[in-house]
């Protein structure tokens, strides 16, 4: 599987963006696909993931009721809608997939086989 990030950039305090994540090669019904970040001199972690099969959707709870993770199915692409940034959101961020993921699972970062490049997402206070 390929991943392709897109949809970075440079945006205030309060604003929006968009990130996309198209894959490509292997079918993917039974993957997870993810979106992690990491900041400087911090670890990667886990932002959100939504299961192909089914669209059931993960957040990790600094993140909820502010961004939205969906996919469409015809173009393999998955999304992250960030609204309400704030300057702890800024990282490159970076889409992964993986299979056979049980819910209790999809946050781990050891476990992810595909990676795409990153994004770069700068807030500005």
């Known amino acids: 599987v390929q991943l392709q990030a897109s949809g970075g950039g440079l945006v205030q305090a309060g604003g929006s963006l968009r990130l996309s994540c198209a894959a490509s090669?292997?079918?993917?019904?039974?993957?997870?696909m993810a979106w992690f970040r990491q900041a400087p001199g911090k670890e990667r972690e886990f932002v959100a993931g939504?299961?192909?099969?089914?669209?059931?959707?993960y957040y990790t709870d600094s993140v909820k009721g502010r961004f939205t993770i969906s996919k469409e199915n015809a173009k393999k692409t998955v999304y992250l809608q960030m609204n309400n940034l704030n300057s702890e959101d800024t990282a490159v961020y970076y889409c992964?997939?993986?299979?056979?993921?049980?819910?209790?699972?999809?946050?781990?970062?050891?476990?992810?086989?595909?990676w795409g490049r990153g994004t770069q997402v700068t807030v500005s206070s």
């Open positions: 090669g292997s079918t993917i019904s039974n993957y997870i």
């Open positions: 939504i299961r192909w099969s089914g669209g059931n959707t």
């Open positions: 992964a997939s993986q299979s056979g993921l049980i819910a209790t699972t999809v946050s781990r970062r050891d476990l992810y086989s595909y």
